[in-house]
């Protein structure tokens, strides 16, 4: 896997990954930002979001669960010295599906946060790292 960061301007910069999609990255005005992007810290935790759904969504349609919906709330703390590492992440699924099972949803965020999400396992080496869930009729 492959990533360039390109700096633009002031505290702006363009992400762009290896399979070729590209976005805008700024930093905080009390640090020269313009507030123009995402910053990267919530980037890395979008993508701990992004990875766990990926996961729950896959080996619930693999095992022909009733998923119509799946979204991940994410909420962090960070430590209050450098480096400003996280140090409690809490992910929340919000699931939807007609007959889907609490059972199944359990087991699908379980498999995700201790074996298949790579981006949870490593964040959990320094976080707290804790996941729910809860499911909503259609």
Known sequence: MKARVKWVEKMMMVGESGSGHALVMDGPPEHGGRNLGIRPMEM???????????????ILRKGRHPVSSCEV?????????????????????????????????????ELSAEKYCSASVMLAK??????????RAV
């Not at 890395?44 to 896959?58: E, N, R």
């Not at 320094?126 to 499911?135: C, G, K, L, R």
Request: hydrophobic share 45%.
């Open 126 to 135: 320094t976080a707290e790292v804790t996941h729910d869930f809860e499911i």
């Open 73 to 109: 709330e994410l909420e962090a703390e960070r430590a209050n010295s450098e480096p400003k590492v996280f140090t409690k992440i809490h992910v929340h699924f919000v699931l939807t599906g007609v007959g889907l099972s609490e059972k199944a949803v359990a087991r699908a965020v």
């Open 44 to 58: 890395l935790l979008l993508g701990l979001g992004g990875c766990a759904q990926i996961d729950v969504v896959h």
